[in-house]
């Protein structure tokens, strides 16, 4: 009966009847509907990114800790985890952040070793000399310079060095390299004031994806102020982190979602006098409480699906084309420095699931009771008035 | 594990799917007690008119609990990457197995609530609704098994501990490897495939007949045969019509089917054995309750409505099932 065209075309010139009732519902319906897919579009963009950033992370990163705080790691280690069966290349990192008072945001400086698989570079080459570097895109946007200019950071002791900027980066994942400047490692222990024989984390290559956390165990047993973290682990902690964040919001929201269902069941409980008078005609004209109620539920599935739409809509313009600027600083977390990268546009049918449920369901349940108040009305009554 | 969108969406659906029945089971309550087919006062008029409402609540609940299913199938893959050594959904059940209860209750609820409404239908077709009684008081029992499903997965999800860093260290020391098996192993080919096919068979002869003839025999075999259907197939999805469909001869996973990267096939396959099972139960359960003429004669004319629907339902399973199976390039028997 849902399908006949014609019961449909009823239902929507009925809607239009009440088109400024109708209207306002959608509209409410629709924003609630765009705040929590705003959230669910741009938690799962994040996500999506943050799983692009890690596919090119090593298997394993062995840090030192020290009293429970990260501390730099001796380079013999190195050597030790070298000597495992199983571990292909262990290279040292170095790299740290650095806080520029001028643009009000922290950069991260690496040196080149260790660095040059993940990163395609878009123009130029990497360091080659000691005053060379390399930038993130979104450093240059910052500073401003271009390849062949000079970039001027205060080291730890407050000198000035001067860099020239040799190529800048863009990566298939923008929050890898964004806020990127490699230097040649020498010139960055100089810089950085790091003594030779410590580096900041080693990271390990592991050939078998079996032996990982085998090796990963090794590695805390034979040096037990290490913490090895392995890619899997970071996997699983920023779905977590992600899932928390955006359930969160979501259970926040829901109390929007149900101020909202309160208004939808009272304006479906308060039918006018007209639609009491047009229930009624129907009713004399011989149509059965199961007709009148069939009519009522499909405008609200009809009002469900038009708000989902304009809801839908309006989520990915929030998120995707204007960047989520409402609720950015609330998800984002780690990065407050470029707000404004390219988020990949990806809308899975998983999200829509959820969404579909948390909105379209509530608002049928709470309709239900309404429209068959409505539809047993007593035709006699109704029209006597 | 709580704060996961699907488990909340879930969560929220099941606390309105017990509310819709609730308020059923309220309505159902008043006409048990007060419910006089013979009188024509004004308490009477009222309590057929509520009967509507009833029924249109469970028509509902039994839609939402449809899609709650496959949001709890969508949801399982959808977090298995949170634990150490699952592949797939059933690594997600198997890192807490209430969750296999969940799915049973689940899977239960939609055919109980299936045929609460079948009888519905027969029921309210009739000028006398002969099967008030009897409807609403099985309507009360659904309500028990409603909550139980909300409570298992309460259960389920908030007894998930996903793997995650810690401060002091990773947080393999916690996790065995693969100590979770991920894959279901089933039944060996070898067997498996005869009895299968035995079974859809004897399924297929057995819906022909009834189509044919109206003999109660019939309909109480067809009974049998489709739930044995059910399981068999179940079984068989699992132990070879997965590997057919993945072109793996070690992926066997029931649910992974039902993701975009095959094509969804899954959906159109479940969907044909529940058709299948459903409807050609129908026959076989309604009969016993026709005990008046009219109810009789509404079932003479919805049987072979349903046993066409159950027949649909077997080719849409078979088709879409076994189509890699003949077609595909995977070649799992010798010969």
């Given at each position: 009966?849902?399908?006949?065209?014609?019961?449909?075309?009823?239902?929507?010139?009925?809607?239009?009847?009440?088109?400024?009732?109708?209207?306002?519902?959608?509209?409410?319906?629709?924003?609630?509907?765009?705040?929590?897919?705003?959230?669910?579009?741009?938690?799962?963009?994040?996500?999506?990114?943050?799983?692009?950033?890690?596919?090119?992370?090593?298997?394993?990163?062995?840090?030192?800790?020290?009293?429970?705080?990260?501390?730099?790691?001796?380079?013999?280690?190195?050597?030790?985890?070298?000597?495992?069966?199983?571990?292909?290349?262990?290279?040292?990192?170095?790299?740290?952040?650095?806080?520029?008072?001028?643009?009000?945001?922290?950069?991260?400086?690496?040196?080149?070793?260790?660095?040059?698989?993940?990163?395609?570079?878009?123009?130029?080459?990497?360091?080659?000399?000691?005053?060379?570097?390399?930038?993130?895109?979104?450093?240059?946007?910052?500073?401003?310079?271009?390849i062949g200019d000079l970039l001027v950071l205060e080291d730890s002791s407050k000198r000035r060095s001067e860099f020239r900027v040799t190529g800048i980066f863009r990566a298939a994942s923008n929050l890898l390299t964004n806020d990127l400047v490699v230097l040649q490692e020498a010139a960055l222990r100089d810089f950085?004031?790091?003594?030779?024989?410590?580096?900041?984390?080693?990271?390990?290559?592991?050939?078998?994806?079996?032996?990982?956390?085998?090796?990963?165990?090794?590695?805390?047993?034979?040096?037990?102020?290490?913490?090895?973290?392995?890619?899997?682990?970071?996997?699983?902690?920023?779905?977590?982190?992600?899932?928390?964040?955006?359930?969160?919001?979501?259970?926040?929201?829901?109390?929007?979602?149900?101020?909202?269902?309160?208004?939808?069941?009272?304006?479906?409980?308060?039918?006018?006098?007209?639609?009491?008078?047009?229930?009624?005609?129907?009713?004399?004209?011989?149509?059965?409480?199961?007709?009148?109620?069939?009519?009522?539920?499909?405008?609200?599935?009809?009002?469900s699906l038009t708000a989902f739409i304009v809801g839908l809509l309006l989520a990915w313009l929030h998120v995707f084309v204007l960047g989520a600027p409402l609720l950015m600083p609330l998800l984002k977390g780690w990065s407050v420095l470029f707000p404004t990268f390219d988020l990949t546009r990806v809308v899975d049918?998983?999200?829509?699931?959820?969404?579909?449920?948390?909105?379209?369901?509530?608002?049928?349940?709470?309709?239900?009771?309404?429209?068959?108040?409505?539809?047993?009305?007593?035709?006699?009554?109704?029209?006597?008035? | 594990?709580?704060?996961?969108?699907?488990?909340?969406?879930?969560?929220?659906?099941?606390?309105?799917?017990?509310?819709?029945?609730?308020?059923?089971?309220?309505?159902?309550?008043?006409?048990?007690?007060?419910?006089?087919?013979?009188?024509?006062?004004?308490?009477?008029?009222?309590?057929?008119?509520?009967?509507?409402?009833?029924?249109?609540?469970?028509?509902?609940?039994?839609?939402?609990?449809?899609?709650?299913l496959f949001l709890f199938l969508f949801t399982l893959d959808e977090i298995h990457p949170l634990f150490v050594g699952a592949m797939c959904a059933t690594g997600s059940l198997n890192a807490n197995l209430v969750g296999w209860l969940v799915l049973l209750v689940k899977i239960g609820l939609v055919f109980a609530a299936?045929?609460?409404?079948?009888?519905?239908?027969?029921?309210?077709?009739?000028?006398?609704?002969?099967?008030?009684?009897?409807?609403?008081?099985?309507?009360?029992?659904?309500?028990?098994?409603?909550?139980?499903?909300?409570?298992?997965?309460?259960?389920?999800?908030?007894?998930?501990?996903?793997?995650?860093?810690?401060?002091?260290?990773?947080?393999?020391?916690?996790?065995?490897?693969?100590?979770?098996?991920?894959?279901?192993?089933?039944?060996?080919?070898?067997?498996?495939?005869?009895?299968?096919?035995?079974?859809?068979?004897?399924?297929?002869?057995?819906?022909?007949?009834?189509?044919?003839?109206?003999?109660?025999?019939?309909?109480?075999?067809?009974?049998?045969?489709?739930?044995?259907?059910?399981?068999?197939?179940?079984?068989?999805?699992?132990?070879?019509?997965?590997?057919?469909?993945?072109?793996?001869?070690?992926?066997?996973?029931?649910?992974?089917?039902?993701?975009?990267?095959?094509?969804?096939?899954?959906?159109?396959?479940?969907?044909?054995?529940?058709?299948?099972?459903?409807?050609?139960?129908?026959?076989?359960?309604?009969?016993?309750?026709?005990?008046?003429?009219?109810?009789?004669?509404?079932?003479?004319?919805?049987?072979?409505?349903?046993?066409?629907?159950?027949?649909?339902?077997?080719?849409?399973?078979?088709?879409?099932?076994?189509?890699?199976?003949?077609?595909?390039?995977?070649?799992?028997?010798?010969?």
């Amino acid at each position: 009966m849902i399908l006949n065209v014609k019961l449909l075309e009823y239902s929507l010139s009925s809607l239009w009847r009440r088109k400024e009732k109708n209207i306002a519902l959608i509209i409410v319906y629709a924003l609630v509907i765009a705040t929590l897919g705003s959230v669910l579009l741009l938690t799962h963009a994040l996500k999506t990114e943050a799983v692009t950033t890690l596919t090119a992370a090593p298997e394993i990163v062995v840090q030192r800790t020290q009293g429970g705080r990260h501390e730099l790691i001796p380079v013999t280690y190195a050597e030790t985890i070298a000597g495992f069966p199983g571990v292909g290349k262990v290279t040292p990192r170095v790299w740290g952040y650095y806080y520029d008072s001028l643009i009000k945001a922290n950069l991260t400086l690496v040196g080149v070793e260790g660095y040059h698989e993940q990163l395609e570079l878009l123009e130029g080459r990497f360091p080659q000399a000691a005053d060379e570097c390399v930038i993130g895109a979104g450093v240059a946007e910052a500073f401003g310079p271009q390849i062949g200019d000079l970039l001027v950071l205060e080291d730890s002791s407050k000198r000035r060095s001067e860099f020239r900027v040799t190529g800048i980066f863009r990566a298939a994942s923008n929050l890898l390299t964004n806020d990127l400047v490699v230097l040649q490692e020498a010139a960055l222990r100089d810089f950085f004031a790091m003594p030779a024989e410590l580096a900041t984390d080693l990271t390990v290559q592991v050939y078998n994806p079996r032996e990982v956390s085998t090796i990963a165990k090794k590695i805390a047993y034979f040096l037990p102020d290490s913490r090895p973290i392995t890619r899997e682990e970071l996997l699983h902690t920023y779905d977590s982190l992600f899932n928390w964040r955006s359930g969160m919001m979501l259970a926040v929201f829901i109390s929007a979602l149900m101020a909202f269902l309160i208004l939808a069941w009272d304006r479906a409980t308060g039918i006018s006098a007209e639609e009491k008078r047009e229930i009624g005609i129907l009713k004399a004209l011989g149509w059965e409480t199961s007709h009148v109620l069939g009519a009522k539920l499909r405008e609200a599935l009809l009002i469900s699906l038009t708000a989902f739409i304009v809801g839908l809509l309006l989520a990915w313009l929030h998120v995707f084309v204007l960047g989520a600027p409402l609720l950015m600083p609330l998800l984002k977390g780690w990065s407050v420095l470029f707000p404004t990268f390219d988020l990949t546009r990806v809308v899975d049918l998983y999200q829509l699931a959820v969404l579909g449920c948390v909105t379209i369901i509530p608002y049928l349940a709470c309709t239900l009771i309404p429209a068959w108040k409505a539809a047993s009305s007593d035709p006699d009554d109704v029209m006597r008035g | 594990m709580i704060l996961h969108p699907g488990i909340l969406a879930l969560l929220l659906g099941s606390i309105l799917i017990l509310l819709l029945l609730l308020v059923a089971g309220g309505v159902a309550l008043r006409i048990l007690r007060h419910w006089n087919a013979d009188s024509g006062s004004a308490t009477q008029l009222q309590l057929e008119r509520q009967t509507w409402l009833v029924s249109t609540l469970l028509k509902y609940a039994f839609g939402f609990q449809i899609v709650t299913l496959f949001l709890f199938l969508f949801t399982l893959d959808e977090i298995h990457p949170l634990f150490v050594g699952a592949m797939c959904a059933t690594g997600s059940l198997n890192a807490n197995l209430v969750g296999w209860l969940v799915l049973l209750v689940k899977i239960g609820l939609v055919f109980a609530a299936a045929f609460w409404l079948a009888v519905n239908y027969l029921d309210q077709r009739t000028e006398d609704t002969p099967l008030v009684r009897i409807k609403y008081v099985t309507l009360l029992l659904l309500i028990p098994l409603v909550a139980l499903d909300l409570w298992l997965q309460w259960e389920y999800f908030s007894g998930l501990r996903p793997q995650m860093i810690t401060s002091c260290c990773g947080s393999l020391f916690s996790a065995e490897g693969e100590g979770v098996i991920s894959t279901l192993a089933g039944l060996p080919v070898e067997q498996a495939m005869p009895l299968f096919f035995a079974v859809v068979l004897l399924y297929a002869v057995l819906l022909l007949a009834s189509l044919r003839w109206r003999a109660m025999l019939l309909r109480t075999l067809l009974f049998v045969a489709s739930v044995l259907l059910f399981f068999v197939s179940l079984a068989a999805l699992v132990s070879f019509l997965s590997l057919y469909i993945y072109q793996m001869p070690s992926h066997q996973c029931p649910f992974d089917m039902l993701q975009g990267h095959y094509y969804y096939i899954g959906y159109p396959i479940y969907l044909g054995l529940f058709m299948a099972t459903l409807f050609a139960m129908l026959p076989g359960l309604c009969r016993p309750l026709a005990t008046t003429l009219s109810l009789d004669e509404e079932l003479k004319s919805s049987e072979p409505v349903w046993l066409r629907l159950a027949l649909f339902g077997l080719i849409l399973f078979l088709v879409t099932s076994c189509w890699q199976m003949v077609f595909g390039p995977l070649i799992l028997l010798g010969y």
